[in-house]
Each structure stands twice: as C-alpha cells, then as structure tokens.
C-alpha cells in the first residue's frame, strides 16, 4: 500500500531556501493529489500547499503564497515543496499526504480528505 517519506529538512536561517521532498512507495503517486501541511509546537496542522494529481492545479495557504513552489515528478514518485524567504514562523514538522482523486484538483487546506501522511520532516529557520 502507499507509503510516503518526507525529507529535505533541516535548519535555515531566515531569508534562505529549503527544499522538502516527499517520496511515495506500494502505489503510483500519479493517483493522488499532494498535500503539505505543518506543525508548529502547540499549534494546529496548518495547510501550507497542495498539487494535483497532474501537477496542473496548485494551490497555497496564505503563509506560502509567493514564497513557496510545490511541483512533482510521477515518473519518480515524488512531490517537492521549494521554500524560500523563509521566516522564523515557518518552523515546524512539515508532512506530505496523499488523497485519492478522479480530477485535477486538490483541497490545500482540508486535511481531513488525506488518508495516508508521511513521518514528517522537521524545518528549523533560525538564525
């Protein structure tokens, strides 16, 4: 069954670059629209980007917008999340998740359509 794996986090300072990367498994990723979502400490799961299936819908949270990129490779199983300008607020635990669709569209902030998440990945921007 479909297993997905996050990676590309690290420590940043702010103002720099980071891209995440999230590697599916047990399934061809081109079924499912992605997600990223993330985590701050004591926070909720906030919606940060999604694609769909295709890549020809993408959409962004208000956080993300002109600051992040989200893009795939089907033929690779993977999904990319390039961030950049990145600020302090950005940190957190940031996981890809799939949802099965028939379309070319995706919900970017609605987590609860996802049915199957990675570990997740920790960004740290800070100086």
């Known amino acids: 069954q479909l297993q997905l794996v996050e990676s590309g986090g690290g420590l940043v300072q702010p103002g720099g670059s980071l891209r995440l990367s999230c590697v599916a498994s047990g399934d061809t990723l081109r079924h499912y629209a992605i997600g990223w979502f993330r985590q701050a400490q004591e926070n909720e799961r906030e919606g940060v980007s999604c694609?769909?299936?295709?890549?020809?819908?993408?959409n962004y949270g208000d956080s993300a917008k002109g600051r992040f990129i989200i893009s795939r490779d089907n033929t690779v199983n993977t999904v990319y999340l390039q961030m950049n300008s990145l600020k302090p607020e950005d940190t957190g635990v940031y996981f890809c998740?799939?949802?099965?669709?028939?379309?070319?569209?995706?919900?970017?902030?609605?987590?609860?359509?996802?049915?199957?998440w990675g570990q997740g990945t920790l960004v740290i921007v800070s100086t």
């Open positions: 694609i769909s299936r295709q890549g020809v819908i993408t």
């Open positions: 998740a799939a949802e099965l669709r028939f379309d070319e569209l995706c919900n970017e902030n609605a987590p609860a359509t996802y049915f199957k």
